[in-house]
């Protein structure tokens, strides 16, 4: 059934409001129109693209929490994060991140995010990565988005931190990461 201008436009500024991370052209097929009609839209409402979007709220959210390395050095856009436990960031793969001939991702990219979201979930003005242990476990292609979710598994090594990334592609798991992680603000007890 089509919508009216107007209630279409409604809906879309509620859609966006659930979920600042939609894309456009998921909204395009939930309002079952043309990726260029929700685009005018979102002109029209004056509604910033997905990576605006992502931007603004990461911005917004986090920039005070992070501080082993500022928001702008952090591959892929961090949209949640809970210091010295999880975080989450977003990674759109385009043509500048893939080999020319097949469209493959370059490993670096992906081990670029899970590595920063490692260093970023770490609750300390320094952070480095002292070992890492990575896994590819499909390849990515130019479109995909991928979202790696960091877990810190437990700090019992005298100034490390365990941080695990796993990066998924859809439901389909791309990256395996386990990061471990130096960091200079270690409590009396760990040591």
């Not at 920039?63 to 999880?86: Q, T, V, W, Y």
Request: net charge negative; hydrophobic share 40%.
């Amino acid at each position: 059934m089509r919508r009216s201008k107007k209630d279409r436009q409604q809906l879309l500024l509620e859609t966006i409001g659930e979920n600042p991370f939609v894309t456009d052209e998921e909204l395009a097929e939930r309002f079952e129109v043309s990726v260029q009609t929700i685009r005018l839209d979102r002109l029209e409402l004056s509604i910033p693209e997905l990576r605006e979007r992502i931007k603004s709220v990461a911005e917004k959210n986090l920039s005070d929490e992070i501080k082993a390395l500022p928001i702008e050095e952090i591959i892929g856009d961090i949209i949640d994060i809970e210091l010295d436990k999880n975080a989450i960031s977003i990674f759109d793969v385009k043509h500048e991140h893939v080999f020319k001939r097949n469209g493959i991702a370059r490993g670096h990219h992906l081990f670029a995010q899970a590595n920063s979201l490692a260093v970023a979930v770490i609750n300390d003005e320094l952070a480095l990565t002292a070992k890492a242990n990575i896994q590819f476990t499909r390849q990515v292609k130019e479109g995909e988005r991928v979202i790696a979710k960091a877990r810190v598994e437990n700090r019992s090594l005298p100034g490390r931190t365990i941080v695990e990334v796993d990066s998924w592609v859809g439901g389909e798991l791309v990256f395996k990461g386990q990061f471990e992680m130096y960091r200079s603000n270690i409590d009396e007890k760990e040591v």
